[in-house]
T-cell receptor
Framework: GQQLNQSPQSMFIQEGEDVSMNCTSSSIFNTWLWYKQDPGEGPVLLIA?????ELTSNGRLTAQFGITRKDSFLNISASIPSDVGIYFC??????????????FGTGTLLAVQP | DGGITQSPKYLFRKEGQNVTLSCEQNLNHDAMYWYRQDPGQGLRLIYYSQIVNDFQKGDIAEGYSVSREKKESFPLTVTSAQKNPTAFYLCASQRAASGRARADTQYFGPGTRLTVL
């Protein structure tokens, strides 16, 4: 199955630092989603993007849908210890029917040192 | 409270046995999905269902089976034919199969960790 290229694989930062991660694809997506997963739990939706160029914020988190529709990035400002976890991007190729499936990135592990 | 529940949280199975993982949602969502997650990897789609009594194979369906007899339930059976079943299994649901509306994103349950002894 197809997976997105997500980078970096892991980040180890100090509390208060800003974080940036991104996903790229060879395919054009109509939807980009960003999830966070705590250890042993299911992913929780952070931000959903539906339009090329769209920039959306959720508190300290900001995500953008790339103009080419082949990439997206997530920024976290002023990181805090509870930001620790694995961040996944996911893209949807098309609307409707069998093409409604999400394609997931391989995840970015974020560790924040107090 | 509305949400997606998966049970059990941890499951141990002897090699060669079939086991069924439960997934229930009370969100009135049409579509439901099963994913497998291995350490350091993203989510891989096993099966999905867009409507009751219908389901489709995902990318790694071999060794798994599902049923969708009720809108709120989508159990996954891991059969003895699955060569490497030890993994974290995640169930998800989505309001409408089309995904057109802004609200139609996938929401996940808490997961079941299956270990084969």
């Amino acid at each position: 199955g197809q997976q997105l290229n997500q980078s970096p694989q892991s980040m180890f930062i100090q509390e208060g630092e800003d974080v940036s991660m991104n996903c790229t694809s060879s395919s054009i997506f109509n939807t980009w989603l960003w999830y966070k997963q705590d250890p042993g739990e299911g992913p929780v939706l952070l931000i959903a993007l539906y339009k090329a160029g769209e920039l959306t914020s959720n508190g300290r988190l900001t995500a953008q849908f790339g103009i080419t529709r082949k990439d997206s990035f997530l920024n976290i400002s002023a990181s805090i210890p509870s930001d620790v976890g694995i961040y996944f991007c996911a893209g949807r190729l098309n609307y409707g029917g069998a093409t409604n499936k999400l394609i997931f990135g391989t995840g970015t592990l974020l560790a924040v040192q107090p | 409270d509305g949400g997606i529940t998966q049970s059990p949280k941890y499951l141990f199975r002897k090699e060669g046995q079939n086991v069924t993982l439960s997934c229930e949602q009370n969100l009135n969502h049409d579509a439901m999905y099963w994913y497998r997650q291995d350490p350091g990897q993203g989510l891989r789609l096993i099966y999905y269902s867009q409507i009751v009594n219908d389901f489709q194979k995902g990318d790694i369906a071999e060794g798994y089976s599902v049923s969708r007899e009720k809108k709120e339930s989508f159990p996954l059976t891991v059969t003895s034919a699955q060569k490497n079943p030890t993994a974290f299994y995640l169930c998800a649901s989505q309001r409408a199969a089309s995904g057109r509306a802004r609200a139609d994103t996938q929401y996940f349950g808490p997961g079941t960790r299956l270990t084969v002894l």
